[in-house]
Each structure stands twice: as structure tokens, then as C-alpha cells.
């Protein structure tokens, strides 16, 4: 239940108007709670080669969506950079 809120809580705040749920801002914001979940997770599951696999695939995803918005707006893709601090 609590993923499900927290999903909800994540499309809520990068949505550009009500019925937004595919946005890339939305994708690339929920890719990137997955990943960091998914980071924590491997801290204590070092040898689940499985999830491994699928972290790799929704990082490149996330890198894929990104390069799509900052090629159609550089604005867009500028404030969600800079809202899940993806780069440093």
C-alpha cells in the first residue's frame, strides 16, 4: 500500500495539469524513485543479478527520456534535472 501512495505522491507533484500520468517529467520522476529504491535494496541483496538486470534497463529508459525532453524543450528537461537532482 505504501508504494502505491508514494507512487501517487510522486505523479501528483510532476504532473503538468490533472490528468498528466505520462508526461516524461512523471516517467523520469517514478524511474527515478524505483532506481533509488532499488539502489538501497542491493546494499543488503548484493548477489540478486535478476533486479540488477532490470535497474540497468529503467536507468537506461530514464537516460533515454531525458535525452527526448532535453531534445524537444530544454526547459523542461533543465527543472527536472534540477528537481530530482539527478546531476551534480
Known sequence: MTVLIEK???IEEHRAHEKD???PEVQIALL???????TDHFKTHRKD???RRGMIAKV????KLLNY???ID??????????????R
Open 49 to 51: 543479478h535478476s533486479s
Open 60 to 63: 537506461n529508459l530514464r537516460r
Open 74 to 87: 530544454v526547459e523542461r528537461y533543465k527543472t527536472i534535472v534540477e528537481k530530482l537532482k539527478l546531476r
Open 32 to 38: 527515478s524513485e524505483r532506481i533509488k529504491y532499488l
Open 8 to 10: 501517487s505522491k510522486t
Open 21 to 23: 500520468t505520462g508526461s
Open 69 to 71: 525532453l532535453k531534445r
